[in-house]
T-cell receptor, first 112, second 110 residues
């Protein structure tokens, strides 16, 4: 079982470049999430999608956009990357509102 | 404004002893509380959860306690094992929004 798959695993961007982080899950989960992990800050919620067709802002949405393409896929877009967006990004999915989520392996993004 | 707080960045414990991790929250609307474990270069994995209507949940060596009046929860690991060395995140959920704390790094000494 693949679970939650994120691509790419590593990426280096120049300031001002754009890119999309892809996430797909094969567990038929309704809700999906994007987090960033920074030293001392833990996991901070960027955006989430409670179900197909809905998206909501999390704690740190500025500079990001998301698309819930279908039930399986939830992408995160950086329109104009900034060094402050250097981080490890995690995608997750869950079957219910209880919060028992499955995470991908992460994408390590560096913006120079 | 972080609604889930873990004030201890690290914890060192001897193998076989109890590990106690603490977490505080500010949003009284949270209805589920969870603990996740994370190894380096991997995504977090779900460990144990508790509903807001309960005050204790046990799963093997792991027990989570919830004190709603104090807006505080804790995770007890007994006995601690070397494989428990990891980062532990406290999390809370309301209406599908899942928020995490900053994490506590646990080191189990032989």
């Amino acid at each position: 079982n693949a679970g939650v798959t994120q691509t790419p695993k590593f990426q280096v961007l120049k300031t001002g470049q754009s890119m999309t982080l892809q996430c797909a899950q094969d567990m038929n989960h309704n809700s999906m999430y994007w987090y960033r992990q920074d030293p001392g800050m833990g996991l901070r919620l960027i955006y989430y999608s409670a179900s197909e067709g809905t998206t909501d802002k999390g704690e740190v949405p500025n500079g990001y956009n998301v698309s819930r393409l279908n039930k399986r896929e939830f992408s995160l877009r950086l329109e104009s990357a900034a060094p402050s967006q250097t981080s490890v990004y995690f995608c997750a999915s869950a079957s219910s509102a209880k919060g028992e989520a499955f995470f991908g392996q992460g994408t390590r993004l560096t913006v120079v | 404004d972080q609604q889930v707080k873990q004030n201890s960045p690290s914890l060192s414990v001897q193998e076989g002893r109890i590990s106690i991790l603490n977490c505080d929250y500010t949003n009284s609307m949270f209805d589920y509380f969870l603990w996740y474990k994370k190894y380096p270069a991997e995504g977090p994995t779900f460990l144990i959860s508790i509903s807001s209507i309960k005050d204790k949940n046990e799963d093997g060596r792991f027990t989570v306690f919830l004190n709603k009046s104090a807006k505080h929860l804790s995770l007890h690991i007994v006995p601690s094992q070397p494989g428990d060395s990891a980062v532990y995140f406290c999390a809370a959920s309301v209406d599908y929004k899942l928020s995490f704390g900053a994490g506590t790094t646990v080191t189990v000494r032989a």
